[in-house]
């Protein structure tokens, strides 16, 4: 089955413990992003990657790295997360770059940082 | 800079009900439109897209958006709500370079019985 999978689907942790959160995709898709949603808010992008080794910023990437070694995986990495990064995160993958292509979304990863 | 507004945060109906979800955008070329849905605990799924062509866009579960470039609009419509349509509502734009999707803050639907 064509999916996204992420790791874990919740998360608690304290300020300042690093965390790594996984998002793998089986559909061989070139793209890959995340994603965080808020309240009132919708989804904001954090960082994206057109393809391996080729990572760029979102809007919203203050706190926050990511890697793109492997085509199917995306790892969202928080060095020392702090309690506004409180949220829920989505990884997604199209087979392209390009603003006219369909994004498929894990299931999500709600974090709660204490 | 490309921005969408969904004015009602929450939309109760009744089952059987029809349904209209508005969408409004900001975005200086032809946009790319989508609309997702995010059933509670679940990820996003897509209802449908608009690229070009015919206005009137057909999607998944029976619903259906209607682009009108001179509204700067994209609501989503369906004219007989099930209870299984409960869920939150994102309409989005495709913004170009790095396929990021600029979304806007959700409408929680509702359906009474």
């Known amino acids: 089955e064509a999916q996204v999978t992420q790791n874990p689907r919740y998360l608690i942790t304290v300020t300042g413990k690093k965390l790594t959160v996984t998002c793998s995709q089986n559909m061989n898709h070139e793209y890959m992003s995340w994603y965080r949603q808020d309240p009132g808010l919708g989804l904001r992008q954090i960082y994206y990657?057109?393809?391996?080794?080729?990572?760029d910023k979102g809007d919203v990437p203050e706190g926050y790295k990511v890697s793109r070694k492997e085509k199917r995986n995306f790892p969202l990495i928080l060095e020392s997360p702090s309690p506004n990064q409180t949220s829920l995160y989505f990884c997604?993958?199209?087979?392209?770059?390009?603003?006219?292509?369909?994004?498929?979304f894990g299931p999500g990863t709600r974090l709660t940082v204490t | 800079a490309q921005s969408v507004t969904q004015p009602d945060i929450h939309i109760t109906v009744s089952e059987g009900a029809s349904l209209e979800l508005r969408c409004n955008y900001s975005?200086?070329?032809?946009?790319?439109l989508f609309w997702y849905v995010q059933s509670p605990g679940q990820g996003l799924q897509l209802l449908l897209k608009?690229?070009?062509?015919?206005?009137l866009v057909q999607g998944i579960k029976g619903f259906e958006a209607e682009f009108k470039r001179s509204q700067s609009s994209f609501n989503l419509r369906k004219p007989s709500v099930h209870w299984s349509d409960a869920a939150e509502y994102f309409c989005?734009?495709?913004?170009?370079?790095?396929?990021?999707?600029?979304f806007g803050a959700g409408t929680i639907l509702r359906v009474k019985s």
């Open positions: 990657s057109m393809n391996v080794e080729v990572t």
């Open positions: 975005y200086g070329a032809t946009p790319y």
């Open positions: 997604a993958s199209s087979p392209t770059q390009g603003a006219g292509y369909e994004q498929y």
């Open positions: 608009y690229f070009s062509g015919d206005t």
């Open positions: 989005a734009v495709g913004a170009g370079y790095g396929n990021k999707l600029v």
